[in-house]
């Protein structure tokens, strides 16, 4: 609002809205793919490599999206001053 004058607080709700269940779709299709590459039988008798690449689905994953999520954080173009700086503009219009 701060650059253009205008909300889009619609528009961010929309692609929020939009990414979580693009990304609930996505999870789901590559969680089965996963689990067929490893060999997983569900209810079935999994051997040891089976259950640790199981295992490594949960793991190494999040791992490496919590990683990305620091990355972008620390990267986060608006710190406390600059904050405070686009509230006194917009309550100045």
């Given at each position: 609002m701060v650059n253009t004058g205008h909300l889009r607080t619609g528009l961010f709700y929309a692609l929020l809205s939009m990414t979580e269940k693009i990304g609930g779709a996505v999870a789901i299709g590559?969680?089965?793919?996963?689990?067929d590459l490893i060999g997983f039988i569900p209810g079935g008798n999994n051997d040891k490599d089976v259950i640790s690449s199981f295992e490594m689905l949960f793991i190494i994953p999040r791992m490496l999206f919590n990683l990305m999520i620091a990355i972008i954080?620390?990267?986060?173009?608006?710190?406390?001053?600059?904050?405070?700086?686009?509230?006194?503009?917009?309550?100045?219009?």
């Open positions: 590559i969680t089965y793919m996963a689990l954080i620390l990267g986060f173009p608006i710190d406390k001053a600059r904050q405070e700086y686009n509230r006194k503009v917009i309550e100045g219009r």
